[in-house]
């Protein structure tokens, strides 16, 4: 964010005395490592900017929604793209998509049977990352 | 257009290190991170999720 507030903020002639931000972002983390159910979740984030300039409101205003626009982090939690992933295991190429999901005996069990149960090993993580 | 690289690599209890580079320089930098000891680290290095909070105000 400072960074395309800064290098924006040069473009257009807008004079930044100092320039902070804080970050706040909510994560959490849940399911079972055994049965191969783990996802997590980024629920929120907040951007808090501390401004000083002589300019107006309005171009320190123009100026941030730019600097939103440009930060490359912040778009790529605001507007999801592909991930892609490989794996070389042992010096060859590994496609873990092909294998199930949790592969403890237990999981292995429940993955085999019949009918279906739920064992929930649960794990939960939240943290609040304050900078 | 920006494409940038990094290589993360395990270094020992939960702590890593990651190398990343511009496509355009050969100058690499490298940090590490950690967990705190409710999560089996050392509270020595920043987390990953400090990483990516920083990754946005910067």
């Known amino acids: 964010m400072l960074t395309q507030l800064v290098r924006y903020g040069r473009m257009l002639k807008v004079d930044l005395k100092t320039a902070s931000c804080e970050m706040k972002a909510r994560w959490t983390s849940e399911g079972s490592v055994f049965a191969g159910t783990i996802s997590s979740t980024c629920h929120w984030v907040e951007t808090h900017l501390e401004i000083e300039s002589d300019d107006d409101p309005a171009t320190v205003a123009a100026l941030v929604r730019d600097a939103e626009g440009g930060c490359y982090a912040q778009s790529a939690l605001q507007q999801p793209v592909p991930v892609t992933g490989t794996v070389r295991f042992n010096g060859t190429e590994l496609d873990y998509t092909n294998y199930p999901k949790g592969r403890t005996p237990l999981a292995a069990a429940i993955q085999s049977r019949a009918y279906r149960f739920e064992v929930n090993v649960p794990f939960h993580l939240s943290s609040d990352s304050y900078l | ?58």
């Open chain 2, 1 to 58: 257009m920006a494409t940038v690289e990094a290589a993360t690599v395990y270094l020992d209890g939960i702590q890593h290190e990651a190398t990343v580079q511009a496509e355009d320089r050969g100058r690499t930098f490298t940090f590490r991170s950690d967990e705190p000891p409710q999560l089996v680290g050392k509270d020595e290095h920043p987390y990953p999720l400090h990483c990516s909070a920083a990754a946005i105000g910067l």
